[in-house]
């Protein structure tokens, strides 16, 4: 816990441990606690009435998650879903002590809302890039920015980073291997070509 931003905090919650995979929240759900998250992360993401599911951002360690800010202040339930990514262990601060320390600690009141910016942020750019950019090069720069030896990801999730659905991934994707510009395998995508991806997503 050492350097954490909310080291000054820590004391004053509950250590809570979720395995991979943990559903922590659902649509409908209410926002009982505030989560500083210490090791692992866990995936944000939205799914609209025909299933389709897009990634809206990842609470990484420092971090804290804007849909449980917005519910405890608002008093609305969750609109998205939270899944551990990993083992994921966090600090929890019960609703009560949370708005108390709100309205009563400048340092708090500062650290939640810088953490709640920083999400708010994300959100805009994940709208402007559904918005602005098509799904083709929206699935180049996200190969370019993921580029490693070798990527491990389906095309199904994928679809859920970049909110559209499997088919248009796959079918973008053998275009992209047409071009040797990337090698598709089960489960897997190896990048051969990053600056062709890189000018391919950044092209208006």
Not at 14 to 28: H, M, N, Q, Y
Not at 149 to 177: C, D, M, Y
Request: net charge neutral.
């Amino acid at each position: 816990m050492t350097n954490h931003p909310a080291e000054p905090f820590l004391a004053l919650g509950s250590k809570i441990e979720v395995a991979d995979g943990t559903c922590l929240f659902r649509p409908g759900d209410e926002s009982r606690a505030f989560l500083f998250v210490l090791s692992g992360s866990v995936r944000v993401e939205q799914t609209n009435a025909a299933g389709r599911t897009v990634v809206l951002y990842r609470v990484e360690a420092g971090d804290s998650c804007v849909l449980t800010t917005t519910g405890l202040l608002s008093g609305r339930p969750y609109s998205g879903y939270g899944y551990a990514e990993g083992f994921v262990t966090a600090i929890s601060i019960p609703a009560g002590r949370f708005r108390d320390l709100l309205s009563s600690d400048a340092k708090f009141q500062e650290l939640v809302f810088r953490n709640f910016a920083a999400r708010v942020g994300e959100l805009t750019d994940v709208i402007d890039d559904l918005l602005i950019h098509r799904t083709d090069q929206r699935i180049a720069r996200w190969l370019a920015n993921h580029a490693g030896p070798t990527i491990h990801v389906t095309h199904q999730e994928l679809a859920q980073e970049l909110g559209t659905v499997r088919e248009v991934v796959s079918r973008t994707l053998k275009s992209f291997e047409n071009r040797h510009w990337i090698k598709s395998g089960r489960g897997t995508i190896e990048v051969l070509q990053i600056a062709a991806l890189a000018e391919h997503g950044s092209n208006a």
